[in-house]
């Protein structure tokens, strides 16, 4: 007789994940959300960023940030850059793949992202409000779109960072 175990739910101790590091960095254009701000750094921390580099705003590390990342800042490194066109040339000076989450007239599909390894990516997103500025999307090398199915054609850039944290870490594998 076979005895089956019941599934319950494991400790952050307890799962089987590998922790990893990407040569990933984040790169925030105008973000300046409490709650965006702390998801960004839990799903930073989930899928291995090396660093979040916060542009035109200082992130407030107020206590509803603080709740959202749990804990998560603590671990991502991350740093304020003012301009974030100094940001984007620094990291393509040091050899990065520039991609831009943002529909555009010649974006792509993120599932149809291909890159050349060994590869360095930061990924570029805009402000809760207006998204990613025109003369930063011109210092990208790729525009990337989650493809969609609704009437609305934009999500919460945390939760839009997340599907394209794991498709990248898919690729840079």
Same mark, same amino acid.
């Given at each position: 007789?076979?005895? #089956?175990? /019941? %599934?319950?739910?494991?400790?952050?101790?307890?799962?089987?994940?590998?922790?990893?590091?990407? %040569?990933?960095?984040?790169?925030?254009?105008?973000?300046?959300?409490?709650?965006?701000?702390?998801?960004?750094?839990?799903? &930073?921390?989930?899928?291995?960023?090396?660093?979040?580099?916060?542009?035109?705003?200082? !992130?407030?590390?107020?206590?509803?940030? #603080?709740?959202?990342?749990?804990?998560?800042?603590?671990?991502? &490194?991350?740093?304020? #850059? %003012?301009?974030?066109?100094?940001?984007? /040339? &620094?990291?393509?000076?040091?050899?990065?793949?520039?991609?831009?989450?943002?529909?555009?007239?010649?974006?792509?599909?993120?599932?149809?992202?291909?890159?050349?390894? !060994?590869? /360095?990516?930061?990924?570029?997103?805009?402000?809760? +409000?207006?998204?990613?500025? &025109?003369?930063?999307?011109?210092?990208?090398?790729?525009?990337?779109?989650?493809?969609?199915?609704?009437?609305?054609?934009?999500? +919460?850039?945390?939760?839009?960072?997340?599907?394209?944290?794991?498709?990248?870490? +898919?690729?840079? /594998?």
């Amino acid at each position: 007789m076979r005895t #089956e175990m /019941k %599934p319950e739910q494991l400790d952050h101790s307890d799962n089987k994940f590998q922790q990893r590091q990407f %040569p990933l960095t984040v790169v925030c254009d105008g973000i300046h959300s409490a709650s965006n701000t702390g998801s960004l750094f839990r799903v &930073a921390e989930a899928f291995g960023v090396e660093e979040i580099i916060f542009c035109v705003y200082l !992130p407030e590390f107020s206590r509803r940030m #603080e709740k959202t990342a749990r804990s998560t800042h603590q671990r991502v &490194a991350h740093r304020f #850059e %003012p301009e974030t066109a100094i940001a984007l /040339k &620094a990291l393509k000076e040091d050899g990065y793949t520039i991609i831009a989450l943002e529909i555009t007239n010649n974006s792509i599909s993120l599932n149809e992202v291909t890159l050349k390894k !060994p590869a /360095k990516v930061a990924l570029l997103l805009g402000g809760e +409000n207006h998204g990613i500025s &025109a003369e930063h999307l011109a210092m990208a090398d790729q525009h990337v779109h989650i493809d969609m199915y609704g009437v609305n054609s934009s999500m +919460n850039v945390s939760m839009a960072a997340g599907i394209c944290l794991f498709e990248l870490t +898919n690729l840079l /594998k």
